[in-house]
């Protein structure tokens, strides 16, 4: 069987089996491990499938690139207590990077303790949530091109507004975790997000269990850039393991 015809048989299988092993899919298909995982990268290019820590599912693009009103009462509650507890993180007269998403828009009731904060953001949500405190900080916005769908600015004007500053803490959601790759998104106007990472001194992820064990084909930041990773209990232990043996410091809530 060739390649493509192979990478299209294992899409249908998808569609009809669900999330399957890699080493099933080499032995249903009569090849090697090296042989199914280069499909699947080809495939992940295509954003045909999703890799999750040694299995793959077939991508619902719909479901990983919803409006931001869609996704802001997912996991509600987790997302409050993951938002509010990255605030700690923070202290009087810190300069922010606030990166779009729903779990970073429930930290800002929790900022009102704080004084003389600077906070940069691309989210037109978190910039009207913030100005909603009536706090005397000092609010930039990235400016952009703007994304209708996550209510943020994108492209080349809000990637060069970033680079001409540096920021004490980035703030940052993720669609996927992979820890080999790191914070890594199906949406191809992750450039901003990128340039934040290069900006900030300290990058703080905040991420439901959820988004764990998920590969998407495009790298935002490299495992090796994150400090701390503020997510939920439900993290499967062996990735909490993982994460501390990399020098990561994990806060479950």
Known sequence: ??????????????????????????????????TIRKDLTALEAEKKVLRAYGSVVLVNKDEIDLPEANKTNTNLEVKRRIGQKATEFIGDGDSLLMDSGTTVLQMVPYLAKYRDLT????????????????RDYELLITGGTYRQKSASFHGILAESTVEKFTFDKLFIGTNSFDLDYGLTTFNEVHGVSKSMCKA??????????????????NVVCPLEKINTIVTDKKLDPAIHQALIEKNINVILV
């Open 1 to 34: 069987m060739k390649p493509r015809e192979r990478q299209s048989a294992i899409v249908e299988f998808l569609q009809i089996n669900g999330k399957t092993a890699v080493e099933q899919l080499a032995q249903i298909f009569k090849t090697t491990g090296t």
């Open 119 to 134: 906070i940069m953001t691309n989210s037109l949500h978190i910039m009207n949530a913030l100005t909603g405190l009536e």
């Open 200 to 217: 900030a001194r300290e990058i703080i992820v905040l991420a439901d269990s959820s988004k764990f064990q998920r590969r998407s084909p």
